[in-house]
């Protein structure tokens, strides 16, 4: 059984603050790895792609993916209120199936 | 705005209608998804067409039945379901794998569907 874990949260931070949310995974054999937010009541909207190990930037996010460790990240610098909202880590091995992790909620607190 | 648009937005039906969940991709993506979620739990992967044709079927019950008709269009057919079928309904599309690396998977916004 392929799996993908989160930490359910909530995570609350504090606005500004760095938050930072993890993901691990059990197939070794996964290749490709997302980081999607959802709102309440809306759709996932992908946030990040990262398929190589190590930092990929954009803007205020970094995912950073080692798969040695099989563990994904996420973190949000300068968060804010705005920013509150599911994380959803997915995972890919190859072709159309991804895996997605249960999420964890944030909470930045103003 | 999202690329991928789902129709309609909200949907209430009886155990005993017929009714259709739509999709419609612009990005050229070969294929096409369909994941139903409940509340606070992640997307559940129900059906996913590859080039038109039905490459994954999670073992959905047959009250739920997918059609492509083309490489830009998905349904949902539904019939007789039940009250626990209620969920948000997600259609998304990716592009093909390229050397073992899967594309990005974009979701339309949804369809909320209350079954009564």
């Known amino acids: 059984q392929k799996e993908v874990e989160q930490n359910s949260g909530p995570l609350s931070v504090p606005e500004g603050a760095i938050a930072s949310l993890n993901c691990t995974y059990s197939d070794r054999g996964s290749q490709s790895f997302f980081w999607y937010r959802q709102y309440s009541g809306k759709s996932p909207e992908l946030i990040m792609s990262i398929y190589s190990n190590g930092d990929k930037e954009d803007g205020r996010f970094t995912a950073q993916l080692n798969k040695a460790s099989q563990y994904v990240s996420l973190l949000i610098r300068d968060s804010q209120p705005s920013d509150s909202a599911t994380y959803l880590c997915a995972v890919n091995n190859y072709g159309q199936n991804f895996v997605f992790g249960p999420g964890t909620r944030l909470s930045v607190l103003p | ?116």
């Open chain 2, 1 to 116: 705005d999202t690329e991928v648009t789902q129709t309609p937005k909200h949907l209430v039906m009886g155990m005993t209608n017929k009714k259709s969940l739509k999709c419609e991709q612009h990005m050229g993506h070969r294929a096409m998804y369909w994941y139903k979620q409940k509340a606070k739990k992640p997307p559940e992967l129900m059906f996913v067409y590859s080039y038109e044709k039905l490459s994954i079927n999670e073992s959905v019950p047959s009250r739920f039945s997918p059609e492509c008709p083309n490489s830009s269009l998905l349904n949902l057919h539904l019939h007789a379901l039940q009250p626990e079928d209620s969920a948000l309904y997600l259609c998304a599309s990716s592009q093909e794998s390229v050397q073992g690396y899967s594309g990005e998977l974009f979701f339309g916004e949804g369809s909320r569907l209350t079954v009564l």
